[in-house]
């Protein structure tokens, strides 16, 4: 699976972005995907995953009731849906894809990863 994420930019506190992540492959749908974050001099940290089918989703609590993800597999994509945005969520944003997904907030049980996109915030 190759993944490339994409709709990063600059926007003002307050604002909304929309990622999307698009993957290579007839097997999309039976990945389970996640949305990680990245900022200057801090560890790769979860922000939300969702099931293979869609039907069930997480968020970290920091981004509860402001960013949603969702899934299209007939179009092999992933959005994450970014609103009231925080100086705090500027990071670089990566979507990833894995099967044996025990621990969702676990980077290290994803299989593949894009290339990220740049999220900037600014107050």
């Known amino acids: 699976v190759q993944l490339q994420a994409s709709g990063g930019g600059l926007v003002q506190a307050g604002g909304s972005l929309r990622l999307s992540c698009a993957a290579s492959?007839?097997?999309?749908?039976?990945?389970?995907m996640g949305w990680f974050r990245q900022a200057p001099g801090k560890e790769r940290e979860f922000v939300a995953a969702?099931?293979?089918?869609?039907?069930?989703?997480y968020v970290v609590d920091s981004v509860k009731g402001r960013f949603a993800i969702a899934r299209d597999n007939a179009k092999n994509t992933v959005t994450l849906q970014m609103n009231s945005l925080k100086v705090e969520d500027t990071a670089v944003y990566y979507c990833a894809a894995g099967k044996e997904i025990r621990d969702k907030t676990d980077r290290r049980l994803y299989d593949y990863w894009g290339q990220g996109t740049q999220v900037t915030v600014s107050s």
């Open positions: 492959g007839r097997t999309f749908s039976s990945y389970f």
């Open positions: 969702i099931t293979p089918g869609g039907g069930t989703t």
